[in-house]
């Protein structure tokens, strides 16, 4: 059953974006900043946990998750670090993801040419 | 020679003595390869960069030029060219090899027509006997200015165009052989306030419109005086729109012959969308196959409306609207103007 609520989240969540794509014409990187914040505004609110445990990679694969986990990091380190904790606690969770979109973004850069 | 506000006729009749056209490997897949002098199989022609491949498409159509005519390049007294990356550099570039005085323009993708007119309208008051006339555009370098890296994958809606990988030069005389350039107008900035760059067919077209109404109010002739009037990449969409302008301003152009090079240059199938775009749209169109049919007696007489949108990436972030510009040259065959 997770497979199908995985389908129907993940996928409501693109067509929401393919909306403000066609509809809004809005560009990718408003699109992209839109679902950051709407994933740390759920984050905020205590939806977004829910949602993954609901629909498991349909919430936690599209890039609403990315807000969900910078809200995650900065409320874990503030309860151990206080205010400062906000701040270091950002992109404590995030830290693999964006270490890794460097990583394979270096070594696709340097193994492959773009064919136009 | 200046008729009504800005039409210039050419009382001495500029002569296009040769022209040189270069495409890319989409370009050789698409409906009119034989338009072509040389068509690459590779998007990066062994450069390090795709803007230096169009600065090498640019040098390797003004060299054609060159080489179909009968003279030596040091006799072209001038180089006027532009295209649509920052600052007009690959031109500017290509100035720089082919070491020809040079005059760099910026009309987007109507800068061939506009460079056009500035050769025939020199050569026509003596300022010069030789000029060479030509644009380049590549299709990752444009997509890279205007829009995403073409490996960033973004989407396109169906309104938007290819940029064409190519280049298109014509070699303009005072006397000689050939297609003669007869006059000229000069577009008006017209802006209608569409805001979606990635409709620029649309854009452009009220552009077209005014200059091919002005055009022939001034000269004063029926739109059929011509065999075809040609626009530059209006595309699908900006032919309709334009097609409905027309006909609302009561300028009945029959359909077969009002063309558009960025209809004309890919076949169906090619994943262009609307069209093709690009300053080398109308060159290689006009340049490669228009001229190619007066040549071969087929057609007599051709307005060439090379369409441009003169917006920028940061005009278009800052939500400024889309001015547009057309500018039309009249060719017409040597033969019955002799």
């Known amino acids: ?116 | 020679m200046l008729t009504g506000h800005r039409t210039w006729i050419y009382n001495n009749q500029p002569v296009i003595i040769s022209t040189g056209t270069v495409g890319g490997p989409f370009e050789a897949n698409g409906n009119i390869p034989d338009a072509f002098d040389i068509l690459h199989d590779d998007m990066w022609l062994k450069q390090s960069s795709f803007e230096k491949a169009q600065r090498t498409m640019m040098e390797e159509a003004a060299q054609i030029a060159i080489k179909n005519s009968l003279i030596q390049k040091e006799q072209v007294k001038f180089f006027i060219s532009g295209d649509l990356i920052n600052q007009i550099t690959p031109s500017n570039f290509a100035a720089k090899t082919l070491d020809i005085p040079y005059f760099g323009l910026f009309s987007a993708c109507a800068t061939s027509m506009e460079s056009l007119a500035l050769s025939a309208f020199i050569i026509n008051g003596d300022g010069a006997d030789y000029i060479l006339s030509g644009t380049a555009s590549h299709n990752a370098a444009t997509e890279k200015q205007f829009r995403y890296p073409t490996e960033y994958g973004g989407q396109k809606p169906p309104t938007a165009q290819w940029t064409v990988t190519g280049a298109g030069c014509a070699l303009v005389a005072k006397n000689g052989e050939g297609p003669r350039v007869t006059s000229a107008t000069i577009g008006k900035v017209v802006d209608m306030g569409i805001t979606d760059a990635f409709n620029m067919g649309a854009a452009m077209a009220p552009a077209a419109v005014d200059t091919i109404e002005t055009h022939l109010r001034e000269r004063n002739v029926d739109p059929t005086y011509y065999d075809l009037i040609i626009t530059g990449d209006l595309g699908h969409i900006g032919r309709e729109v334009s097609m409905d302008l027309l006909q609302k301003k009561n300028i009945d152009i029959p359909e077969e012959m009002y063309r558009d090079c960025g209809l004309t240059i890919y076949r169906e199938g090619q994943p262009v969308l609307s069209g093709a775009s690009g300053t080398a749209s109308s060159a290689v169109g006009t340049y490669g196959h228009f001229l190619k049919l007066i040549k071969e007696q087929q057609v007599n007489r051709i307005l060439v409306v090379a369409t441009g949108s003169l917006h920028s990436p940061l005009s278009v972030q800052q939500n400024d609207s889309i001015p547009c510009i057309a500018h039309a040259v009249s060719i017409e065959s040597g033969s019955d103007n002799q």
Not at chain 1, 16 to 35: A, R, S
């Open chain 1, 1 to 116: 059953m997770i497979f199908f609520w995985a389908f129907v989240v993940g996928g409501t969540i693109c067509v929401i974006g393919q909306i403000l794509f066609d509809v809004f014409k809005l560009n990718p990187g408003v699109t992209l900043t839109i679902f950051v914040i709407a994933g740390a505004i759920l984050d905020g609110l205590g939806l977004y946990d829910p949602l993954i445990d609901f629909a498991g990679a349909g919430a936690s694969v599209p890039i609403t998750n990315f807000g969900n986990q910078l809200v995650h990091g900065a409320m874990q380190e503030a309860e151990q670090h206080g205010i400062i904790g906000v701040v270091t606690g950002i992109f404590e969770v995030t830290s693999a993801g964006i270490s890794a979109a460097i990583i394979f973004g270096v070594i696709g850069a340097i193994i492959f040419k773009p064919k136009g």
